[in-house]
């Protein structure tokens, strides 16, 4: 009767320590599932805000293009919108780029670049203006890491709101993109068909 019990109570305490390291085990790898799909997660989303921000860059290029064959009086002609002319509207969200960009995300010095675009008087210099911060924006993008879009800064108009870099990047990404919408009506207006990429066709330039 003994032993008869011992072998039972050997084989309970056989499938308690079997069963106990088995739901540990699931407990952990469900765990780590978990934390590897936020991360992946995290991750994609971030890296389209990077993406977001070279999208908008090769449709700039577009309106450079497309631009530089119109008349100037065409590009500097006041229509009322958000900034009077399609040359100070186009420079205004150069200017954004570089604020937000090369100087809030990166911690640096805010300073306001200058807002009297009736000093550019050719395509010319506009397009050094857009290489000038272009190139700058690109080369931080390259040393971008899943912890700095996760670095908050303190926005330049509220030192309260802080955002993470890759908010701050999306933040530029629609500024881009309400403007670039605003560009293209006042061109329809003048019957001037707007540069258009898709974000499909880009995507499938750039996979």
Request: proline content about 4%; aromatic content about 10%; some cysteine.
């Amino acid at each position: 009767m003994f032993s008869v019990r011992l072998l039972v109570f050997a084989v309970i305490a056989y499938c308690y320590y079997y069963v106990s390291n088995f739901v540990r085990a699931l407990i952990e790898s469900s765990a780590n599932l978990i934390t590897a799909t936020h991360h992946l997660l995290s991750e994609d989303v971030n890296m389209d805000s990077i993406k977001l921000i070279k999208y908008n860059h090769a449709v700039r290029r577009g309106y450079l293009k497309k631009l530089a064959e119109l008349p100037w009086n065409e590009i500097v002609k006041d229509r009322g919108a958000s900034f009077p002319s399609i040359r100070d509207i186009f420079l205004h969200a150069v200017n954004a780029e570089d604020l937000l960009v090369n100087h809030v995300a990166q911690g640096k010095q805010v300073e306001s670049p200058s807002k009297n675009y009736s000093e550019f008087v050719d395509m010319h210099q506009i397009e050094a203006r857009v290489n000038e911060v272009e190139e700058k924006v690109d080369a931080y993008l390259k040393t971008l890491t899943q912890q700095e879009l996760e670095r908050k800064v303190p926005m330049p108009w509220k030192k309260s709101l802080l955002l993470k870099v890759n908010d701050v990047l999306i933040t530029l990404a629609l500024e881009d993109t309400y403007h670039m919408g605003e560009l293209n009506a006042l061109m329809w207006q003048s019957d001037i068909e707007p540069p258009w990429l898709s974000w499909a066709a880009f995507i499938e330039q750039n996979p």
